[in-house]
């Protein structure tokens, strides 16, 4: 698939998420949260207590592979930007931490998904800490060097073009900001056959997925440093299976049980933190 024929499909989708509204498929880290809370905060996980802060609508509409605001180190009066917000759990996770004082920014090329955060955030009662864009994210409408902290949550494997996406984080934040990223890599080498029939229809969140070097190499080349992995997470079949029809098999075709039995126990949620150096002097 072309770059934007890419991006057309994924926005298509997530828009019908997000019309659909109370889809039965969740992401793999909220559907069953952990009970204990520090297995959770280990693992990079929402725990029972975060969820509950969170309004039903942003839940049921959560598509993540983490919890980026477990790792993320924030504090009150900080700027925070969510990469790929959906219906906003994260950004109303984050606005909790950053209060008093703080801004959070939410960023999706969803309109639909944009509008089931919105209403999640007027529930919440978070309006004056939130603030939504619609963009995308290779191009946010964010002012250079604003930002203390970006997050994400299982998007940027959904990007064609990580690259700039990366360069975009990199600009927006202060020297001295900081990401904290969830996302699915490959583990290991994966025959390019089996990339390619998972890219023909950009099968949910392994359509994009690029093995884990690779990945890296991107987020330093972009200006990173100090890139340091909090947790990992190999996926299980069915969660594999979630991911590879995401954001639910009534909105992404199902890719070949046989291509999917290929990279099975090779696909991993990572969560991992790294830094925009400070300038000197």
């Excluded at 770059?3 to 889809?23: F, L, M, P, S």
């Excluded at 949260?33 to 509950?52: M, R, W």
């Excluded at 991911?243 to 949620?269: H, I, N, Y």
Aim: glycine fraction near 8%; charged fraction near 25%.
């Amino acid at each position: 698939m072309k770059t934007n024929d890419v991006k057309q499909t994924i926005r298509r989708r997530y828009n019908k998420c997000a019309e659909a509204g109370d889809a039965t498929t969740t992401c793999c880290c909220s559907s069953e949260p952990p009970a204990d809370s520090s297995y959770a905060t280990e693992h990079g996980l929402y725990s029972k207590e975060e969820l509950s802060l969170v309004p039903e609508i942003s839940r049921s509409l959560s598509r993540g592979c983490g919890n980026p605001t477990g790792f993320a180190d924030l504090r009150p009066g900080e700027v925070v930007v969510d990469f790929g917000c959906g219906a906003g759990i994260d950004a109303i996770l984050a606005a909790q931490q950053v209060m008093p004082g703080g801004k959070v920014v939410g960023v999706d090329f969803s309109v639909q998904m944009i509008d089931r955060a919105k209403q999640a955030v007027s529930e919440a009662r978070f309006m004056n800490v939130i603030e939504f864009v619609v963009a995308d994210m290779e191009q946010v409408d964010v002012a250079d060097s604003s930002a203390d902290a970006v997050i994400s949550n299982c998007v940027i494997n959904l990007c064609p073009d990580k690259k700039a996406v990366y360069r975009e984080m990199f600009r927006i934040l202060k020297p001295g900001g900081r990401l904290a990223i969830s996302d699915i890599v490959y583990e290991e080498k994966i025959d390019p056959a089996i990339q390619e029939h998972l890219r023909k229809t950009w099968s949910g969140c392994v359509g994009g997925t690029i093995q884990e070097e690779f990945y890296f190499e991107i987020v330093k080349n972009a200006g990173f440093k100090g890139v340091q992995v909090i947790a990992r997470h190999v996926l299980a079949a069915k969660e594999l299976e979630n991911m590879a029809s995401c954001p639910g098999p009534e909105f992404t075709p199902a890719p070949d049980k046989a291509d999917l039995d290929m990279v099975q126990g090779k696909v991993a949620s990572v969560k991992f933190i790294a830094f925009k150096p400070t300038i000197s002097g």
